[in-house]
């Protein structure tokens, strides 16, 4: 497996990571978490494996992680991580393989969702696999800021979250777009998670109109960062890229 870094050309550049397959017959394209990066643990556990089964991986920083410091908030607007997304799926297909999959983690596939639900793409996505991924935006936003909304910002653990980002997710009712969704969905969460409970997954289920898997990872927290919870993710989006080539 080879990787480097890489600069994908954009409003504001976005800093990405490629890790190569040799005759790649797909590339993934990995939306990570919201306190993550492009150097989220769990890509980096997995991207290996993906590579050995033939497939390049593209994780990537949204910029809202770049342009955060400790002394600003952090601003993060659904539309705009969709129209980065998008911004690296058309890098992909035209520089990589074209036959395009998604792997989204917690908002990183809530994000992946808003865009294959709302955004006019081009590109071919043969499918998406979201992992511990919120789609009650207002439970997400309670889980967050327990004591409501206050002031310009609300702190979170050493982070700091701009409330008007928050009232933005508060009022995305996303679980009405999920019918929307017209590409293929592989659900992955653990059914002990205790930050986006697994009523979620199960919700999200109940609402997609395309050809879906659902896996409950058996004693899985919302990291999933075990290596059995790692294999066992390998092992079902493997299959799901299979399915959808």
Not at 73 to 83: D, R
Not at 218 to 242: A, R
């Amino acid at each position: 497996m080879n990787y480097r870094t890489i600069t994908i050309p954009y409003k504001q550049p976005i800093d990405a990571i490629v890790y190569s397959a040799h005759n790649s017959k797909g590339t993934v394209v990995y939306s990570h978490g919201l306190f993550s990066s492009k150097d989220a643990y769990k890509i980096n556990q997995i991207a290996p494996a993906l590579c050995q089964s033939g497939y390049t991986v593209i994780s990537f920083s949204y910029c809202y992680t770049r342009d955060y410091a400790s002394d600003t908030p952090l601003i993060i607007e659904l539309p705009a991580c969709a129209h980065e997304l998008n911004a690296v799926l058309e890098y992909a297909a035209v520089h990589y393989n074209a036959n395009l999959h998604i792997v989204g983690s917690s908002m990183g596939g809530t994000i992946a969702m808003y865009y294959c639900a709302m955004m006019p793409y081009t590109v071919s996505i043969k499918s998406v696999s979201i992992i511990a991924t919120p789609v009650h935006l207002q439970h997400l936003v309670t889980t967050l800021a327990p004591q409501g909304i206050h002031g310009d910002s609300i702190a979170v653990g050493e982070y700091t979250i701009a409330a008007s980002s928050l009232n933005q997710l508060n009022s995305i009712q996303l679980i009405h777009l999920i019918p929307r969704i017209d590409v293929p969905v592989c659900i992955i969460h653990g059914n002990n998670d205790m930050v986006v409970p697994v009523t979620h997954a199960y919700d999200i289920q109940k609402n997609l109109c395309v050809p879906h898997t659902m896996h409950i990872i058996p004693d899985g927290d919302h990291t999933l960062t075990s290596k059995k919870h790692v294999d066992l993710i390998l092992q079902y989006i493997l299959s799901w890229f299979t399915m959808h080539p």
